[in-house]
């Protein structure tokens, strides 16, 4: 185990957004338009993971890219034209909001992984921009509803203990093949000391029911076992797979951090999201709240 001081761990200053995979469980909408520009209630995913990121204390944001995502870029660019129409029909508080989707000079980076290898290929495509310190990774996808950001919850814990993290949650044990699942060492309730892991396991050989989300805070050793490119689960380069390599060489923990996460990879999951977003809107919350009520009385009365 290292003998690293919690104080020589550095601190979390970048974060890693994986976007360039092919997102074919949206098709036909995903064809043209990225996955991760799907709008969750006013802003796309990818909005929601940098503003989760940017509130966590991120001050780089780095984005893997791929073929047909140049609008993902371009979403966080300053537009002119549309602030002064905006400005001009005294639409303020809309520029507040265009606002939202800006990242500040020099705190974007790019780079394009050109085949989709798997998650794991797509962080390692970013290790030059990462370099030797270590940092988050952010998956769109998955989105989480919380009073404090689940990053922040990371990095929070991460300046206690160091080393490696990723954000956990209990699942039921027939899900086990759709996620990564810890070994665990010890748990106290909130942090789970790994000792493995296990990409997609059938759930009779899945060692826990305790599953990794798109949440991670990696030391940069992880490129050393990247580079290998050795394919897992689904002939994919798994970061599961390079992460098991990491362990006991460097503490990794998994934080059962406090909040809700939906799984807008999937279109029920999409869609679960976008109902408990915008129930919690101030302005539509209400009339979504009447909408959801008029089909469950309109269900019921076919059930009757
Ligand atoms: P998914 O496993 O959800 O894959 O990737 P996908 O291709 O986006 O979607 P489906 O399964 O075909 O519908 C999880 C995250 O990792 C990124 C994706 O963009 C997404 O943010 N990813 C995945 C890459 O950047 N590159 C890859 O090779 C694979």
Not at 19 to 48: N, S
Not at 155 to 175: F, H, K, L, S
Not at 236 to 244: F, H, N, P, S, Y
Request: aromatic share 8%; glycine share 8%.
């Amino acid at each position: 185990m290292s003998k690293k001081t919690n104080t020589e761990w550095k601190p979390i200053r970048k974060a890693v957004f994986p976007v360039a995979g092919l997102g074919t469980r949206f098709l036909p909408a995903t064809k043209v338009m990225p996955k991760e520009m799907l709008p969750l209630v006013d802003r796309p995913l990818i909005q929601h993971a940098f503003e989760e990121a940017k509130a966590a204390g991120i001050e780089e944001f780095i984005f893997v890219t791929g073929r047909q995502k140049e609008m993902l870029e371009e979403h966080f660019d300053y537009q002119p034209e549309l602030e002064r129409t905006l400005e001009a029909r005294g639409k303020y508080d809309m520029i507040e909001r265009v606002r939202t989707s800006e990242i500040g000079e020099s705190q974007l980076f790019l780079t394009r992984q050109a085949r989709p290898l798997g998650l794991g290929h797509a962080i390692w495509c970013a290790r030059k921009l990462v370099g030797d310190e270590p940092f988050a990774i952010m998956l769109p996808d998955d989105v989480i509803l919380s009073e404090k950001p689940c990053l922040q919850q990371m990095i929070e814990q991460y300046n206690e203990t160091g080393g490696n993290m990723v954000a956990v949650m209990d699942i039921p044990r027939e899900d086990t093949p759709k996620y990564g699942i810890l070994d665990v060492e010890s748990d106290n309730g909130k942090m789970a000391s790994i000792k493995g892991l296990v990409e997609k396991p059938q759930p009779e050989d899945a060692p826990s029911t305790l599953s990794i989300i798109g949440r991670y805070i990696l030391q940069p050793e992880i490129f050393d076992h990247l580079s290998k490119f050795e394919t897992g689960a689904g002939g994919e380069i798994q970061i599961t797979d390079a992460m098991a390599k990491l362990i006991g060489s460097q503490p990794f923990n998994g934080l059962r951090y406090d909040g809700h996460r939906y799984d807008c990879g999937s279109r029920v999951g999409f869609i679960e999201a976008n109902i408990a977003f915008s129930l919690q809107d101030p302005e539509i919350g209400h009339s979504v709240q009447d909408i959801i009520q008029k089909h469950a009385k309109e269900i019921q009365s076919k059930a009757a």
